[in-house]
């Protein structure tokens, strides 16, 4: 499969835990974009790669999110102190640099705080 | 700043008829892009059709067209023969001609198809 794989599919954690979510776009894509998505609503943009610099941050970001891909490659998002709030779908895309070019979306992670 | 809005939470047609979706959106700008995602149960969004702003032609992939109305800001998506594979949610979504690529998007439009 050369789509966009996250992992995991679903994670379930308690409230003020930390959580850690894996993207890996298509290989030769060098943007990547996460967003996240709640019931009911459509996916909201977090945050911006274009290979391994992060260029742009959404006001939905808070200090206790941050993201990273190293190396241009995989992307992880994580979510420090989690809280019930956080529950949500939280998707990855990615794309090539041109502006005509469509965004590929992963099948998603569900975060459930408890 | 953008905004788009689908005003139909929930969309029924009987198989093998036709049904259009609405999508409104909100800009300043003159050039950008416009899109349909399918969002289906348990699986990854796909893009059904794009449009540029520049373009006069609506856009049509197989049995998915749109109807551009640019002066109205007004995007709807017409499915022809529905099939229920069509049964997801649909998104629309708008994104700036100079931005970085990220897009901005309505809150859905979950689509039935009837047999």
């Known amino acids: 499969d050369t789509g966009v794989s996250q992992d995991p599919r679903h994670k379930i954690t308690k409230r003020g835990q930390n959580v850690t979510f894996r993207c890996d776009p298509i290989?030769?894509?060098?943007?990547l974009y996460w967003y996240r998505q709640t019931l009911g609503q459509g996916p909201e943009f977090l945050t911006y790669?274009?290979?391994?610099?992060?260029?742009?941050k959404s006001r939905l970001l808070s200090d206790r999110f941050s993201a990273e891909r190293p190396k241009g490659s995989f992307s992880t998002l994580e979510i420090q102190r989690t809280e019930q709030g956080d529950s949500a779908m939280y998707l990855c895309?990615?794309?090539?640099?041109?502006?005509?070019?469509?965004?590929?979306f992963g099948q998603g992670t569900r975060l459930t705080v408890v | 700043a953008q905004t788009v809005t689908q005003s139909q939470p929930e969309m029924s047609v009987q198989e093998a008829e036709t049904v259009t979706l609405s999508c409104t959106y909100d800009?300043?700008?003159?050039?950008?892009?416009l899109f349909w995602y399918k969002q289906p149960p348990s699986r990854q969004m796909i893009l059904v059709i794009r449009?540029?702003?520049?373009?006069?032609q609506n856009a049509t992939e197989n049995r998915f067209s749109v109807n551009f109305q640019k002066a109205a800001k007004s995007f709807s998506l017409k499915i022809s023969d529905s099939q229920l594979g069509d049964a997801a949610m649909y998104f629309c979504?708008?994104?700036?001609?100079?931005?970085?690529?990220?897009?901005?998007f309505g809150k859905g439009t979950k689509l039935s198809v009837k047999p």
């Open positions: 895309a990615s794309s090539l640099e041109q502006l005509n070019t469509e965004a590929f």
């Open positions: 290989s030769e894509h060098n943007r």
């Open positions: 790669f274009q290979n391994e610099a992060q260029l742009e």
């Open positions: 800009t300043s700008e003159s050039d950008y892009y």
């Open positions: 449009q540029e702003a520049y373009k006069q």
């Open positions: 979504a708008y994104r700036s001609w100079g931005s970085q690529g990220n897009l901005i």
